[in-house]
């Protein structure tokens, strides 16, 4: 099957890459290690952020997004996550997890009530679906909802939460009907007004600190009735579609990281001299850097793919699956070598790159570990 | 009602980019520019920004961005200042910019602004991020019969007239200069070029665009100038000189008191 490749970005793409850029280098840069010493929450970043349309790119113009395809949205979380990977993943998190299942699935009023918020930043979006014993494992989730009157009911618990803390307004899932697995759950927009959800646990992790991992507690949660996403029973099949888009972002988040990586470790490998030269001249340090370029090409043209395919509508399940599982192993690689190339120095906080690798680790885990990716892969290769 | 606000962009070799990349090709006597990354100059964005921000306030009743540069170079830059707030876009389809002058390059702008039918207040940068030759402001004043201030960081208009605020070495004055005025622009805290919000972006294409071929401004009087003539252009080179100061502490800091202020450092 033979299609047309266009290797080049079109002018709006470009743009859009390049103002990114610029909003990051000024905003985002100088603040990141800051942000990453104090877990600080940078509300600041995220309000300007919201000011260019950043936190709905996606939202069409009528609902107050700034009406972007898939291919802008890659670009741009490219450019946020190289500046930091934490920033990055609430501004995802809002976007692909928050809005999009608002957008796909929501009724006409759910759509204007949540998303013109969501798209201006007076609200944070959240997204509910682990549970202490659903990981990988989602479609066993726990947590149960039932209709009293015009009101769902919503009781369990949900872990590793990104944003929980800040956030207002939350996707959950919970089950709704008898049936085992993905077909008896439902998902529900649910606001933290509402009584009966709290946050719980907050994480300490080992990156992405700025962003917030927390626990959220539904104890008789009421939701109003027209909170339900879709149909009862259609849980299963929003929080895999919802995945997919979300994987896009975590894609491009990893591939942002492995370019922080490789520009770090260049411009150090040509400063340090060591043995009367610049390091870059010796030829590991070359082959390490070369490999770092290579796989972050082969990455980015992987997130290009799956993105031009959701922007024509088609299935892009198994594309987005390979773009994830790639761009997130070459982001720990790239940042480990990193590391390496920095040397003593590569450990040391007064460099960036050890927070790239501590931040590189979480995007071969969530949103579906790359063991689950494999398994989305092969299903597609083995038995298409 | 406002006025009618026309600035005048230039595109550069981006300043920010590693001071190996440039490069000087000897027989033209100009930096090398292909292959290199352009951007808008860098007071040409603040003086996009004040034309903004006085439509923002109602003070403008339009923006055009006007510039003399190849077509599809220009394509760039005029698409990034639509982005960011400016109403239409002419483009001096010139091959030729790039290598002229700031005496030519005045003499094409206004030419290109009689053509237009003229702008109550022409904004430009202070000095191109390139040449720093400073010249096209006043040259422009002068082909327009229009006022002229020059390094200004803030601007109000209303009733006929500006208001400015012009950075000088010893302090701020506030002029007032009748309209039409050309008033070139410095950086300034509120100045700061803003960024377009994405939404602008893909809006910016459907702004028009004017592209005015250079010979259909006719022989312009002053373009291609004789009077100036560039001799060299050269990477200078790097020489230190190590003064010592000596004497007991207190005779060697009156020494560097004196020295630095022979050096009109201080």
């Known amino acids: 099957m033979t299609e047309t490749v266009e290797f080049q970005l079109s002018e709006e793409h470009r743009l859009i890459q390049g103002t990114v850029r610029e909003f990051a280098s000024r905003e985002i840069l100088p603040r990141a290690a800051a942000l990453d010493r ?87 979006g959240c997204y509910c679906l682990t549970e202490p014993g659903a990981g990988s494992d989602a479609m066993s989730l726990a947590a149960t909802a039932h209709l009293d009157g015009d009101v769902w009911i919503l009781n369990g618990t949900k872990i590793f939460v990104t944003s929980g803390v800040e956030a207002d307004v939350c996707i959950v899932y919970a089950r709704t009907g008898p049936e085992p697995g993905a077909r008896g759950i439902s998902a529900f927009v649910v606001e933290k007004a509402f009584p009966g959800i709290r946050v719980g646990k907050v994480e300490h992790k080992l990156g992405i600190l700025c962003s917030s991992t927390a626990e959220i507690v539904l104890e008789d949660c009421r939701v109003p009735r027209g909170n339900l996403l879709g149909e009862p029973g259609q849980g299963g099949r929003i929080a895999l579609a919802t995945l997919d888009g979300g994987r896009l972002g975590i894609a491009a988040q990893a591939a ?39 796989r972050l090409e082969a990455s980015r043209l992987l997130i290009y793919r799956a993105a031009y395919l959701r922007d024509q509508g088609r299935p892009y399940t198994k594309e987005v699956a390979m773009a994830k ?43 579906g570990t790359s063991e689950i990716q494999r398994l989305v892969i092969a299903r597609h290769t083995v038995r298409p | 009602m406002g006025v009618n606000v026309v600035v005048c962009l230039k595109q550069v070799v981006d300043p920010e980019l590693p001071a190996q990349e440039f490069a000087v090709d000897p027989h033209s006597r100009r930096q090398v520019r292909t292959g290199k990354a352009l951007v808008i100059s860098t007071y040409d964005e603040n003086a996009l920004e004040v034309a903004l921000q006085l439509k923002d306030k109602g003070a403008a009743s339009g923006v055009t961005v006007l510039t003399v540069a190849p077509a599809a170079e220009a394509k760039d830059a005029v698409r990034l200042a639509l982005a960011m ?35 109550d207040l022409v904004l430009t940068g202070c000095e191109s991020a390139d040449w720093v030759e400073r010249v096209v402001a006043p040259l422009l004043a002068e082909a327009i019969r229009a006022s002229c201030v020059t390094f200004v960081s803030r601007v109000e208009a209303g009733g006929g007239f500006v208001t400015v605020k012009r950075l000088a070495d010893d302090g701020v004055h506030t002029v007032e200069a009748r309209l039409p005025a050309v008033i070139s622009i410095t950086s300034d805290e509120s100045n700061r070029p803003r960024l377009p919000k994405i939404r602008d972006i893909m809006q910016a294409g459907k702004k028009p665009v004017e592209t005015v071929p250079a010979p259909a401004l006719g022989d312009v009087p002053g373009a291609m100038a004789d009077g100036v003539e560039v001799r060299e252009v050269a990477i200078p080179a790097r020489t230190t000189t190590c003064e010592v100061l000596e004497g007991e502490p207190a005779e060697q800091a009156d020494a560097l008191i004196q020295r630095l202020r022979a050096l009109k450092v201080v």
């Open chain 1, 38 to 124: 104090s877990s600080e929450f940078p509300a600041e970043i995220i309000r300007s952020a919201a000011a260019l349309g950043l936190m709905g790119m996606m939202v069409p113009e009528e609902y107050g997004g700034a009406g972007q395809d898939s291919m802008a949205y890659v670009i741009a979380q490219e450019e946020l996550a190289r500046a930091s990977a934490g920033v990055q993943a609430i501004i995802t998190v809002n976007n692909s997890l928050t809005c999009e299942p608002i957008l796909r699935w929501g009724s006409d009023d759910l759509k204007r009530r949540y998303l013109p918020a969501l798209a201006d930043g007076r609200s944070l």
């Open chain 1, 325 to 367: 599982l790639f761009a997130s192993e070459t982001a720990m690689w790239a940042a480990h070598k990193a590391v390496q190339i920095h040397g003593g120095y590569g450990y040391v906080k007064e460099y960036n790159v050890e927070r790239y690798f501590r931040d590189a680790k979480i995007t071969e885990i969530y949103e």
């Open chain 1, 256 to 294: 942002g990281i492995a370019r922080a990586a490789l520009e770090d470790a260049l411009a150090y490998a040509k400063g340090r001299r060591q043995f009367g030269r610049a390091i870059a001249e010796f030829e590991a340090v070359q082959w390490y850097l070369a490999d770092m370029a290579t």
């Open chain 2, 85 to 119: 707030g400016a109403d239409r876009a002419v483009v001096v389809d010139d091959p030729r910019a790039p290598a002229l002058l700031g005496v030519e390059k005045a003499a094409l702008l206004g030419a290109a602004l009689r053509r237009m039918g003229g702008a």
